[in-house]
Structures are given as C-alpha cells and as structure tokens.
C-alpha cells in the first residue's frame, strides 16, 4: 500500500487549495477513503471520508459546507476541495484507508492557511 498526498502550501484566509493522493499497491476501487489532519501538538482528526465508489460522503463538523472529498477510481486518485479556509486548518493532513481513516496513511502534506 503507497499514498501520496500533495497540494499543500501557504495561503492566506479565504483562499482554496485541492489536495490530492496518488494511490498504489492495492484495488483502490474497492475500498473507502478519508482525509485526515494533526494540528502542531494535537492529535489526529478525522476530516471527511468517501466510500470505494463514491457514493456516500461525510464531513466533520468543523470542515461540513466549505471541504468536499472526491475519488477518481479510474486514476487510483483521492482528492480534498478546501474552500474558505482558516487559520484552524492549520495541519498535516493525509489521506488514509477506511472511512475513519483507520488504516494505512500516506507521510502527509502541509498546509498552512495565515494572514
């Protein structure tokens, strides 16, 4: 199992980025996704997760209405919208296996959101 994540970076409130995981070394179509992120000295907080074919999507609270999650099981990709982003997004986040990102996770991607 190998997830990539990249598509992280500096940017003010209110800006947008897109993530994306590059997967490999297993049937990405057939198993369910999730973003997931650790703020500097707090532990791991689930984001959003995707099932393996797209049709179910949830959100935490803290990011419902301004993230969404995609897949393309054709590309082997996870993606992660970010929209409206503050300053509490601060994180390393990475895409993980299962929908609560229980599995296996990718070395993560910063990104940091300040004025």
């Known amino acids: 199992v190998q997830l990539v994540e990249s598509g992280g970076g500096l940017v003010q409130p209110g800006d947008s980025l897109r993530l994306s995981c590059a997967a490999s070394g297993f049937r990405f179509n057939l198993v369910d996704m999730s973003w997931a992120r650790q703020a500097p000295g707090k532990g791991l907080e689930w984001v959003s997760s995707i099932s393996n074919g797209g049709g179910q999507t949830n959100y935490a609270d803290s990011v419902k209405g301004r993230f969404t999650i995609s897949r393309d099981n054709a590309k082997n990709a996870l993606y992660l919208q970010m929209n409206s982003l503050k300053t509490e997004d601060t994180a390393v986040y990475y895409c993980?296996?299962?929908?609560?990102?229980?599995?296996?996770r990718g070395q993560g991607t910063q990104v940091t959101v300040s004025s």
């Open positions: 993980a296996t299962g929908m609560m990102a229980e599995g296996r």
